[in-house]
């Protein structure tokens, strides 16, 4: 069993649609982080949580420790939101990520 | 803004060779860690280094593989002698503060290509 699961694996929206993706995890964790992946490659990160909520611009990410479970929430899709977004959690020393949700945006 | 570089963006070997990958972490960075992304697959921690030594790693790590800071600046990678398996993207990253948990910074990657 995978210790982290996203879902969905692939995302097709309309622009301006509004977006969630989620992540489980079964592990003890010290944070969970959202990142997004450009078809070029490089990673980048969006949050890094430990409890609560945390938003910048169009994108929310909310985490419930109790449920092992945290969401990323885009509003106001646009196609240059088109990437692939992985979920990762703190274990230790080393970042254990989800197999990432391909999002598509179309116009 | 500081950013973490790589270098070289794509290496093409044969099999059984030595490579060496490249890593200029953020400068006042104390963690830095290796990862890897074979095509089509999720991203898997291959080492973590803190304070001149590896503070964890992965089954993936064996003695194939090593780390090093040279200098105050590099971090490389080191495999001894590639394997087919190799090919992948490997990604550097690195985190400040003093604890393990911290947001960590990637770089652009390394597409490593072994023939």
């Known amino acids: 069993k995978n210790e982290v699961e996203q879902s969905p694996q692939n995302l097709t929206a309309q622009e301006g649609e509004f977006i969630t993706i989620n992540c489980s995890y079964s592990?003890?964790?010290?944070?969970l982080h959202w990142l997004q992946q450009h078809p070029g490659g490089g990673i980048v990160s969006l949050f890094m949580?430990?409890?609560g909520k945390k938003k910048h611009g169009r994108l929310i990410a909310t985490i419930n420790i109790q449920e092992k479970h945290s969401s990323l929430h885009i509003t106001a899709s646009h196609p240059r939101d088109s990437a692939v977004y992985i979920c990762?959690?703190?274990?230790?020393?080393?970042?254990?990520f989800g197999a990432g949700t391909i999002l598509r945006v179309k116009s | 803004e500081p950013e973490v570089t790589q270098t070289p963006s794509h290496q093409v070997t044969q099999m059984g060779q030595e490579v060496i990958l490249r890593c200029v972490p953020i400068?006042?960075?104390?963690?830095f860690y290796w990862y890897r992304q074979i095509l089509g697959q999720k991203v898997e921690f291959l080492v973590s280094?803190?304070?001149?030594?590896?503070?964890?790693k992965s089954e993936i790590f064996d003695d194939q593989f090593s780390v090093e800071r040279p200098d105050g600046s590099n971090f490389t990678l080191k495999i001894r002698s590639t394997k087919l398996e190799d090919s992948a993207m490997y990604f550097c990253?690195?985190?400040?503060?003093?604890?393990?948990?911290?947001?960590?910074?990637f770089g652009p990657g390394t597409r490593l290509t072994v023939l």
């Open positions: 280094f803190y304070n001149n030594e590896i503070s964890e």
């Open positions: 990762a959690v703190t274990q230790g020393n080393k970042l254990v």
């Open positions: 592990v003890g964790i010290s944070a």
């Open positions: 949580l430990s409890s």
């Open positions: 400068s006042n960075h104390l963690y």
């Open positions: 990253a690195s985190s400040g503060g003093t604890l393990s948990y911290n947001e960590q910074f």
